[in-house]
């Protein structure tokens, strides 16, 4: 199968989205498929799959409407005349989404958070663009249906999370954090879908009830500053470590003893994913697909959205309790481990993407 996959995130974007399509361009191709990706030039997201060793092409998307990066769109798909696309925003379906349709090709649109409003040229570019759209949580496509879009094309497929090996004891000695103290993290883009700021509450309530602990935001983002601000305005100092973008976050969550997703927003969160793999104990708010990662057995770090005293309560009962705390861990890598692996998830997308060649 010939598949091109388009991601126009912008030069320094680099979050669960960009990785995803970088780890699903790099599965395709082992899987003997032909790959290409298509990408804005100089971002961080085509030079991970240069790095790859996957094909690479910059593209000016220009504009979301914007005719003439539609006929460079089509001249592209000429070249590599792909079986399917596989396009993350609407501006790509857009303008990828003529050309296929002249060279009966099939669109398929991944959406990793709520991407269709209720808006005419979001209904028109569904109904005219795309043969399939992906969602990778439940809620989404519940959202898309009160908007009164036809669920009949959507799938849900949840992410999955690839093994990788651990790496102990490399966070701790980057944040200068000792072995026996307890740290708690957090993780993602500072932007406003994160919600760090409910982080920062946790964090300091937690400090209030005594726990001896530090704790770490990691990541960048436009937020940093009002972030920074409100962890100063607690007096608490450096109990809390603004800790910057983390690579392999994935080898080397294990350093955490405890870890908190406090988003408003999400799809299947790739970080969770992550961290449980390494066996951290979890709490989440139950956003997005969240739910469905923290189901069964792993339940007990599933909070309600938005109720943060219903969290530091149970992060506090596990910081108080080693043993629960590591039989909380156990059993959430369990889950991922059984239920949530990367290749369970892309065989799913493989069988779609096939099936409609």
Request: charged share 25%; aromatic share 8%; with cysteine.
């Amino acid at each position: 199968m010939r598949l091109m996959l388009v991601n126009s995130a912008t030069p320094t974007m680099w979050g669960g989205g960009e990785m995803w399509f970088t780890e699903a361009a790099r599965w395709f191709a082992a899987r003997g498929h032909q790959i290409q990706v298509v990408g804005r030039p100089q971002s961080r997201f085509l030079a991970a799959v240069e790095e790859a060793g996957i094909e690479a092409v910059p593209f000016g998307f220009g504009g979301d409407y914007d005719p003439i990066a539609s006929a460079r769109a089509f001249a592209l798909q000429l070249r590599f005349r792909p079986d399917v696309l596989l396009v993350n925003f609407n501006k790509e379906a857009w303008l990828f989404g003529r050309g296929a349709k002249l060279l009966r090709r099939k669109l398929v649109a991944r959406h990793g958070l709520t991407l269709f409003k209720s808006k005419s040229v979001h209904r028109f570019v569904y109904r005219w663009h795309m043969d399939r759209v992906v969602v990778n949580a439940p809620s989404i496509r519940a959202d898309y249906q009160t908007r009164g879009f036809d669920t009949g094309r959507i799938s849900v497929i949840l992410n999955g999370v690839r093994e990788v090996a651990s790496r102990p004891g490399e966070l701790r000695q980057a944040l200068g954090v000792a072995t026996e103290t307890l740290l708690v993290g957090a993780a993602g883009r500072l932007n406003p879908q994160k919600r760090l700021d409910r982080f920062i509450r946790i964090a300091e309530a937690l400090c209030e009830r005594g726990i001896d602990a530090r704790f770490v935001i990691l990541g960048d983002g436009d937020e940093r500053d009002a972030l920074q601000a409100q962890w100063a305005a607690t007096g608490l100092g450096d109990r809390l470590i603004f800790g910057g973008f983390c690579e392999d976050l994935a080898a080397r969550a294990g350093d955490l003893d405890l870890f908190m997703l406090t988003s408003g927003n999400e799809g299947t969160p790739n970080v969770l994913l992550e961290v449980m793999a390494r066996g951290v104990a979890s709490l989440a708010f139950a956003v997005g697909a969240v739910p469905e990662v923290l189901s069964g057995d792993s339940a007990k770090g599933l909070i309600a959205d938005g109720d943060e005293a219903a969290m530091i309560a149970m992060a506090e009962l596990l910081l108080r309790n080693r043993d629960e705390r590591d039989q909380l861990g156990r059993t959430q890598a369990r889950r991922v481990r059984e239920e949530l692996g990367f290749d369970r998830s892309m065989e799913q997308y493989e069988a779609l993407l096939s099936s409609l060649r």
